[in-house]
């Protein structure tokens, strides 16, 4: 991890299921845990106002580069990525950071995995926060139903196809990776991580993410914890039917916020939109 993302925060080595994460952790270090997982293409750094943020409020914010981002958590193939490894992941990051019950916020797809580890183990989440992705089977009902989810999800088809999706993104000096971000996050911070996704193994090791999915995610139960969901009104991978509906499947205090003019890339483009929800939903927990 080359970049601290946030004021005072420390860089950690998280030693979880025989794998070496790299994580970034500030506040104080008896606070409550609030661990914030990443989405793709991202990493911890995309979380730096957040933790900061947190830290400040008297937490103990902890984002990890996870599973494949990590270079000491970079398995071969795509069997090693499924949903179920990923979540196992999560938890085993709390137990290396003695946290018997957590804060849990994740973007993309790190909302992929919040929604099952929530819905799964609610006894050991306070609270849950989730930034522009769907509960799953929200998500599911509108790829069934909807031509627009399936067309905003079809970029999934490419990342899939082993070899060709990494010439794609990396060609033409990586064109079309620093594409996917719209023009929404911070230039520096794209060429961070596009030049950290052009390190040998890594970019297909981010990919098997999607290599992987085999259908599982949408068994995420109805979630009892309180829930903050936030989404952007121009997400580029997820529909307003997708994110509307997200709250029949969560029984708990459930708050739904809608961002007008925002996009897919929540944690990096509008911190100060959503750093005070993310702050009074952790006093739910």
Not at 109 to 125: C, D, K
Not at 128 to 154: C, D, F, I, W, Y
Not at 229 to 243: K, M, N, P, R, V
Request: hydrophobic share 45%; net charge negative.
């Amino acid at each position: 991890m080359d970049r601290v993302p946030a004021p005072g925060a420390d860089r950690l080595a998280l030693n979880a299921r025989g794998m070496v994460f790299d994580a970034v952790a500030t506040g104080p270090a008896d606070g409550p845990l609030v661990l914030f997982l990443h989405g793709f293409p991202e990493f911890a750094s995309c979380w730096g106002e957040q933790i900061a943020a947190a830290a400040r409020a008297g937490y103990r914010a902890v984002a990890v580069d996870q599973r494949g981002y990590s270079p000491g958590a970079r398995p071969e193939g795509p069997a090693a990525y499924t949903v179920d490894e990923l979540v196992g992941d999560v938890f085993a990051f709390a137990d290396e950071l003695q946290a018997e019950r957590f804060h849990l916020v994740g973007h993309d797809w790190g909302g992929v995995l919040a929604w099952p580890a929530a819905g799964r183990r609610p006894e050991r989440i306070r609270t849950l926060t989730v930034l522009s992705t769907p509960h799953p089977r929200a998500l599911a009902r509108a790829v069934a139903e909807s031509e627009e989810q399936r067309e905003s999800l079809s970029y999934i088809g490419l990342f899939r196809r082993e070899g060709k999706a990494e010439e794609v993104l990396l060609g033409d000096g990586a064109a079309a990776l620093r594409g996917i971000y719209q023009g929404r996050v911070p230039a520096g911070l794209v060429e961070e991580n596009v030049r950290r996704l052009g390190e040998p193994g890594a970019l297909t090791a981010a990919l098997n993410w999607y290599r992987a999915l085999d259908g599982a995610a949408a068994d995420a139960p109805v979630i009892e914890v309180p829930v903050l969901y936030l989404w952007g009104e121009g997400d580029l991978a997820f529909t307003a039917a997708a994110a509307e509906s997200t709250g029949e499947w969560v029984s708990g205090e459930y708050e739904y916020v809608r961002l007008d003019g925002a996009s897919h890339w929540l944690p990096e483009e509008d911190p100060e939109r959503i750093i005070p929800p993310i702050l009074e939903h952790l006093k739910r927990g």
